[in-house]
T-cell receptor, first 114, second 114 residues
Framework: AQSVSQHNHHVILSEAASLELGCNYS??????LFWYVQYPGQHLQLLLK??????LVKGIKGFEAEFIKSKFSFNLRKPSVQWSDTAEYFC????????????FGSGTRLLVRP | SAVISQKPSRDICQRGTSLTIQCQVD?????MFWYRQQPGQSLTLIAT?????????ESGFVIDKFPISRPNLTFSTLTVSNMSPEDSSIYLC???????????FGSGTRLTVV
């Protein structure tokens, strides 16, 4: 079945550590890709998005993601995390044949220890 | 981007009753969506709320269980009918806010059915 997979359900890091969260999707056609973040008690917020062009996308708060088409992946990275990055991170995909429906991965809970 | 007010923020309901969740947007939007996030799981699209016509439901969701209204371009309601404990979830309203597939989310309604 078509899906979005996030392999890490829980990640614990110390401040200043590097972060990489995996995201793979199984849609074969053209896709738009997103990473959302949900800080404790807050709304879902858009971190970054990829539609076309440079596969390395930079978002807010120092996050970036790389689209690797051959691997159907869109991994999220940050060189040095902060305690304030503690949140849940969701990868999401719009398959371009889906009438604008945003399909989410299962999410990754990140805890950054001071 | 649009600002979404979602009410109630949380509720505890008896099984067999119904709850209506409201989603108010501060600007006119064409596309509104309702999502469900069950405990420990991903966000699942319930339906697309269409202004002036019936909502479009995803596989596994039916109008009798989740009736949706969309009387205008700034407001929608989702009703969870004849509730059971399995309906305990967070329900989120989302709107598409710009051509580049920007989606904004409400803060969610945390529903517990006892």
């Amino acid at each position: 079945a078509q899906s979005v997979s996030q392999h890490n359900h829980h990640v614990i890091l110390s401040e200043a550590a590097s972060l990489e969260l995996g995201c793979n999707y199984s849609y074969g056609g053209t896709v738009n890709l997103f990473w959302y973040v949900q800080y404790p008690g807050q709304h879902l917020q858009l971190l970054l998005k990829y539609f076309s062009g440079d596969p390395l996308v930079k978002g807010i708060k120092g996050f970036e993601a790389e689209f690797i088409k051959s691997k159907f992946s869109f991994n999220l990275r940050k060189p040095s995390v902060q305690w304030s990055d503690t949140a849940e991170y969701f990868c999401a995909v719009i398959p371009m044949d889906s009438s604008y429906k945003l399909i989410f991965g299962s999410g990754t809970r990140l805890l950054v220890r001071p | 981007s649009a600002v979404i007010s979602q009410k109630p923020s949380r509720d505890i309901c008896q099984r067999g009753t119904s709850l209506t969740i409201q989603c108010q947007v501060d600007s006119q939007v064409t596309m509104m969506f309702w999502y469900r996030q069950q405990p420990g799981q991903s966000l699942t699209l319930i339906a697309t709320a269409n202004q002036g016509s019936e909502a479009t439901y995803e596989s596994g969701f039916v109008i009798d269980k989740f009736p949706i209204s969309r009387p205008n371009l700034t407001f929608s309601t989702l009703t969870v009918s004849n509730m059971s404990p399995e309906d305990s979830s967070i329900y989120l309203c989302s709107v598409r806010t710009d051509y580049n597939y920007g989606y904004t989310f409400g803060s969610g309604t945390r529903l517990t059915v006892v």
